[in-house]
């Protein structure tokens, strides 16, 4: 079975500043998907952005960004010029391309992350 | 719809009570998904419909709890005879049914048993 763990259980930055997120899964699969999800007091689980295995280039969206080392199975989340309304929890969270088995994603337990004015 | 819907948003429920929560999910999205998430928790997937068929129930945690769906439409999660360990916020889910893309998410249903 696919486990994802984030270790860092809450992160605390700066605003402007940049702050990393750790990620590591594990998998014996060799095409999948990873995610990065954002959920806000409203407990609405936010997209913020996503990365196929089988691509070398790590994925970004604009102030966000990926390091995505699949041989370290490692998928870290960089977001640079951090703003007040990126305080949130933070998901990792893996899935098979095949879609098989649950067909569900994994996620990890979550970073908290709070932003210092 | 514009999004996926989620009733109620927050439920408080005696002991032992039988309790339905609703998803109504993207209009076309034909994969619907339900997680717990427990307090301070990461998300625990429950359960997946392709359509009207739930091809994995393998996350239900006991036989109290059951789900269902109309069509590719709404889907309700029943927990018979709650107990305060199923205290959580139950989050749906619905996607096109392809792997590639992430899930859109509901607010939510946070269940409380007292």
């Known amino acids: 079975a696919q486990t994802v763990t984030q270790s860092q259980p809450e992160m605390s930055v700066q605003e402007a500043e940049t702050v990393t997120l750790s990620c590591t899964y594990d998998?014996?699969?060799?095409?999948?998907?990873l995610f990065w999800y954002k959920q806000p007091p409203s407990r609405q689980m936010i997209l913020v952005i996503r990365?196929?295995?089988?691509?070398?280039q790590n994925a970004t969206e604009n102030r966000f960004s990926v390091n995505f080392q699949k041989a370290a199975k490692s998928f870290s989340l960089k977001i640079s010029d951090s703003q007040l309304g990126d305080a949130a929890m933070y998901f990792c969270a893996y899935r098979d391309r095949s879609g098989g088995g649950a067909d569900g994603l994994t996620f990890g337990k979550g970073t908290h992350l709070i932003i210092q004015p | 719809g514009a999004g996926v819907s989620q009733s109620p948003s927050n439920k408080v429920t005696e002991k032992g009570k039988d309790v339905e929560l609703r998803c109504d999910p993207i209009?076309?999205?034909?994969?619907l998904y339900w997680y717990r998430q427990r307090l301070g928790q990461g998300l625990e997937f429950l359960i997946y419909f392709q359509g009207n068929s739930a091809p994995d129930k393998s996350g239900l945690p006991s036989d109290r709890f059951s789900a269902e769906r109309t069509g590719e439409s709404v889907s309700t999660l029943t927990i018979q005879r709650t107990q305060q360990e199923d205290s959580a916020v139950y989050l749906c889910?619905?996607?096109?049914?392809?792997?590639?893309?992430?899930?859109?998410f509901g607010s939510g249903t946070r269940l409380t048993v007292v």
């Open positions: 209009s076309g999205h034909t994969a």
């Open positions: 998998t014996s699969e060799s095409d999948y998907y």
């Open positions: 990365q196929e295995a089988y691509k070398q």
């Open positions: 889910a619905s996607s096109l049914g392809t792997a590639r893309y992430g899930y859109t």
